[in-house]
């Protein structure tokens, strides 16, 4: 049975008594719960984005202190390839966390907001696909210059080792880029059918 | 009247709206509550806003439907609720199993709808004016009208959209 718009409004009228009708919530609980809500928020949101960023600045700071240890003219090109991606990377998703954060939702119409829902998800769609591209450069990139700082340049310079590492690498950007791929596009899609018609 | 006294009584005043935002919104009951605590907080975060709003009427509505929004579209990272004790998320509590039903399959309904006409067939619901209902949601008055009469569509024919 299908309810019509009128007969809703009927219950709804019925329901808005009830929920008005309920005891007050107290000064004190309130401001506590909105406290915590605020500590969570940071913690959960935050807190692992600038972690997974602090872990990057140190790694990026490692190798900036040991690029003239390198010898070999190619590694130090990888090196400066790695320490410019864990500077950048990192800082793109820390603004695009805070853009998203920041989203002024008493003075945007939701229509507003969900045009820019739509339009973040695109960026960030393309975003992830030159991350995943970045990721697959880096994975290959960054094994010559540590195994030269270990002193295991030989390892690297075994083309055996390659034909194994590039296919398990390409394979794993393959599938992971798919996957990405397929999941921006799903939610393209909704956000996409929510905003239609709307003149 | 201090700042945090101006915030509490509006959200005391508005506890019953902010609940129906929830219902319409969520399906479990802790993801209700935590969009409950993330409107109360939104609405903290902006208050000064508020204060300077041309319509108050409006402010909480278009502040409750944005969060809501903005929660459902948010990435997978939720923050856990807060156990709410000081508020009790029921009304469905009368022994009226009819109504009980009714209220369900109202609610079924509602949630079948896009998040955009959800909040408009709610503000239809609170009995907000096309006018109103086109100055909270960010659409033309005209619009209002054609999107109401596909959703009442929608209703008749219980046509499943998301």
Redesign the interface.
């Known amino acids: ?5 009128e007969e ?2 009927t ?2 009228g ?3 008594g ?10 004190e ?6 406290r ?3 500590q ?2 940071l913690g ?2 935050y807190l ?1 984005e600038i972690l997974g960023a602090v872990i990057c600045f140190v790694y990026a700071g490692f190798f900036i202190f040991q690029i003239d240890k390198l010898e070999l003219q190619v590694n130090q090109i990888f090196a400066v390839f790695n320490t410019v991606l864990m500077i950048i990377l990192p800082i793109i998703s820390l603004v695009m966390l805070y853009r ?1 954060n920041r ?12 045009e820019k ?1 739509k339009k973040d998800k695109q960026f960030y769609r393309d975003f992830q696909i030159v991350t995943i591209v970045l990721s697959g450069l880096f994975a290959m990139t960054i094994l010559p210059p540590l195994a030269e700082l270990i002193g295991k340049a030989d390892m690297v310079s075994n083309p055996q080792f390659w034909m194994v590492y590039v296919p398990i690498g390409v394979i794993f950007i393959f599938i992971f880029g798919r996957w990405t791929l397929k999941k921006y596009t799903r939610a393209l899609d ?2 996409q ?3 239609e ?3 | 009247m201090k700042r ?1 006294d101006e915030f ?1 009584q509006l ?2 005043e508005n ?3 902010i ?2 935002i929830t219902t319409i919104y969520t399906r479990e009951r802790e993801e209700q509550e935590d969009l409950y ?2 409107i ?3 609405t ?1 975060k ?1 208050f000064d ?2 204060k300077k ?1 041309a319509k108050p009427s409006t ?1 909480l509505y ?2 409750g ?3 809501a ?2 929660h459902l ?2 990435s997978k ?4 609720a ?1 156990p ?5 998320l029921e ?1 469905m509590d009368d022994g009226d199993s009819q ?1 009980e039903e ?2 369900r ?2 609610y079924a ?2 949630r079948k709808l ?3 006409d959800r ?1 408009i ?1 709610f503000l ?4 907000k004016s096309h006018e109103e209902i086109a100055e ?5 008055t ?2 209002v009208g ?3 009469s ?3 569509e929608k ?4 046509v499943q959209t ?1």
Request: glycine share 6%.
């Open positions: 049975m299908i309810m019509e718009l809703m409004k219950l709804w019925e329901l808005s009830k929920a008005e009708n309920q005891e007050k919530i107290k000064k609980e309130l401001m506590k719960m909105t915590k809500k605020y969570n928020s959960t949101i692992p998203f989203l002024n939702i008493s003075e945007n119409s939701p229509v507003q907001l969900l829902f909704k956000a059918e929510v905003i018609g709307i003149e | 945090e509490i959200i005391q506890q019953g709206l609940y129906k605590q993330e109360v907080y939104q903290w902006s806003q508020f709003a402010w278009r502040v439907m944005n969060t929004i903005t579209n948010r990272k939720r923050v856990a807060v709410m004790e000081g508020l009790e009304l109504k009714q209220v399959q109202l309904e509602i896009g998040l955009l909040g067939v239809f619901l609170e009995g909270i949601v960010g659409i033309s005209s619009n054609t999107r109401l596909r959703i009442k209703l008749r024919k219980g998301h």
